[in-house]
């Protein structure tokens, strides 16, 4: 099984930018939990990460045929990110969307997804233990786990 962890513009500062509202973790420490994750649940764990929305279309549309699910965090292209949204619903794989802060709780603007309703679920607030949580479930999802 292969998981695409996807993360989309300035989640490539990590652990420089905006310690209080996204964490101290940089991305690759981030990368390196998921990867030891992936091994304690027996996937493949391919992870990329790009600051242009073309680079990430590009990237699903050539990985997806070979992958089974994928979690993401599209930065702020979650908020406007059409051309995203619709390479991951044409996709046809589960995907479960992540964000480090609460969207919900920030300015008005982020709190609208448009990659929300071609996703799985969505996992808003709780930092790096997101993406960990997120690929657990699509994991047990995919294996066909009850709930
Ligand atoms: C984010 C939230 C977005 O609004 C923001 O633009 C990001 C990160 C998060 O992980 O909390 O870049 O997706």
Request: some cysteine; charged content about 20%; glycine content about 10%.
């Amino acid at each position: 099984m292969k998981i695409l962890i996807i993360n989309g513009p300035n989640l490539n500062i990590l652990g420089k930018r905006d310690k209080t509202t996204y964490g101290e973790k940089t991305l690759s420490e981030i990368d390196l939990l998921l990867k030891k994750q992936g091994e304690k649940l027996n996937v493949e764990i391919v992870s990329f990460q790009s600051n242009s929305e073309g680079t990430l279309v590009d990237f699903i549309q050539q990985q997806s045929s070979s992958a089974d699910g994928i979690v993401i965090n599209p930065g702020a292209l979650t908020h406007y990110g059409f051309s995203l949204r619709d390479a991951l619903a044409d996709c046809g794989l589960p995907i479960i969307e992540v964000h480090l802060s609460n969207i919900y709780a920030r300015e008005e603007w982020r709190a609208k997804s448009v990659i929300a309703p071609v996703a799985k679920g969505q996992i808003s607030g709780l930092g790096w233990r997101g993406y960990i949580i997120a690929l657990q479930t699509l994991v047990a999802e995919l294996k066909g786990e009850s709930i």
